[in-house]
């Protein structure tokens, strides 16, 4: 679950203009840099996003209903997949929705961010440019081969990625003519063109360093471009490319077969749909019967709106599968009683960003589609082991909420009528179903996740217009655009850290770790240290998905050699990687919580460590204790 940013700063999944906390408001429109020529693009987008949804429970039915499998609809998604992911980063790119890293960014004076922000901009334009002729000419090569299912040539589906690249371009193009000014526009691509001519000037001193390379041109140039703010996919792209470019022989054909294959993974294709439920959930007002429905539950009790809390993001995650999403639903809903019953602000903040940390193992996880498509596991596995571990955080968590409500008035607050309680279960009742069908149809084997979530999809929208006031065609479009966006911006950055994660395993630099990590004293339990602490850096720094995609393929196989179940490690990974990135001052999920709580995020920094170590405490028990989170596999 990721997010997006404009002036783009590293979110959680979602999209918008970036708040004076530094972070982006979800929800808030962007003005295009391309106006009526995105049209016809997002139309486009829109009518594949629905063709592969069509496509899906076509298939569903044709397999269960008549015992006859549609032959191609495999090879029809991947083609329809891997358009949607270009023209939705087109869109992404006009939106000012790629995630990055902004704190650089919004820490400088306006001068100095205008030349930042052209220096981005001319170096995501250079890594496309030197892209595009290794991606035509990949496109020629496959040209013949043919599809065995469509019997058509593989060149149909390739032609999305020269042709995303040059829309990208474009919208590049007008971008920086519209944004910045003559003066920003010579110093950038003076910048940009000064920095390639340097870097080929050390060519014959790059093919002295050996493995130091890989520090210098591949991690190098993207903690570089991590810095200025270029989004996170450019930064993996522009380390590859750099790489490839100034220390190997090899054709850049390289990262494009990489890229191609990092975002074609039929695995992935849950993602748009997820995303898709996520916003039907939003616009249907269905996590909010779930809050409505707890609170008249447990809202009597000492603690008892933190425990609706908690338990509303554990249930709203199982819906939407987004951070952001979950919270932007759960907070309007229950912070003002939370206040009137004497909650400081900045505690109902720490404990909502916990919450989302406890919740992002509850399927549909993006983060969990992605290791396993990544590391090879298997989805039901990663999807039920998430229930348990969500679930034993979540009492940790209720804990420390008691504990810190010892002293909260509940002055006036009286138990809910049974009547009362009664119509919030009915009125809820058909979103409560939608975690739990989610589950257990892909733990169970009933169905892929892919086809569970398209389910899930038609069962929410028929929901949401009978029984939750309906979606207007108009909200549909826009929600459909979003999720070509959002796919796209989640999707490049998969591909490009698949580029940069191949750079380093053919480097020799896998190989090399493994030797390090397994001639470390204490065996298993010192490389769970060092896990934990890696990826709670890396989720401070870089958010998740990139992270997993740049290291699964190398630490996984190490934990393997240490006889780490896979799925114990991935819950180990996923857990310290979502406390780094709430973790202050650097982590910037707290300051999305804090945005969307409206609270100063200095305030709340100095109350959301007490709910990041109980975390912390819950992280440890179960990388120790591998029951936690495969006892009941």
Known sequence: MVDALTPNVTTLDSHAPTSAAGVDEPGVSHRSSLGILMRPIEAISAALIVGLIGLVLASVFWRYALGSPITAADEIASFMFLWIVMFGSVIAIDRNEHMRLAILVNAVRPRARQVLEAVGLVIMAAFLGALLPSAIEHTYFEGDIVSPGLEISMAWRIAGIPLGIVLMLIALVAKFLRETSVRDMVISIGAVAAAVLVLWLMTPVFAQLGKANILVLLVGVIAICLAIGVPIGFCFGSGALAFLLFSTKLPLTVIVGRMDEGMSSLILLSVPVFVLLGCILDATGMGKAIVDFLGSMLGHVRAGMSYVMLGSLYLVSGISGSKVSDMATVAPALFPEMKRRGNKPEEMVALLGTGAIMADTVPPSIVLIVIGSVAGISIAALFASGFIVALFLLVILAVAARWKARSENLEGVRRAPMKLIGKALVFAAPALVLPFLVRGAVTEGVATATEVSTIAVLYAGI???????????????????????????????????????????????????????????????????????????????????????????????????????????????????????????????????????????????????????????????IALVPAISIGLL
Not at 492 to 513: D, R, V
Not at 550 to 575: E, R
Not at 591 to 606: F, L
Request: hydrophobic share 60%; charged share 10%; with cysteine.
């Open 463 to 621: 929901a949401g217009m009978l029984l939750y006031g309906g979606i207007r065609i108009r909200d549909m479009y826009r929600m459909l655009i979003e999720t070509a966006a959002m796919t796209g911006a989640i999707l490049l950055i998969l591909g490009t850290a698949s580029a940069a994660a191949w750079a380093l395993t053919q480097t020799g630099f896998a190989m090399y770790l493994a030797e390090v990590m397994k001639g470390l004293p204490g065996g298993w339990i010192v490389f769970m240290v060092v896990t934990i602490v890696t990826f709670l850096l890396l989720g401070c720094l870089l958010e998740g998905l990139p992270a997993i995609v740049l290291l699964a393929p190398l630490m996984f196989p190490i934990a393997k050699d240490l006889g780490i179940h896979s799925v114990h490690y991935a819950m180990v990974v996923v857990v310290a990687m979502n406390i780094g990135l709430f973790a202050p001052p650097v982590g910037i999920g707290h300051y999305i919580a804090c945005s969307i709580g409206k609270v100063d995020p200095d305030a709340a920094m100095k109350t959301v460590w007490f709910y990041l170590g109980a975390l912390v405490l819950g992280l440890v028990a």
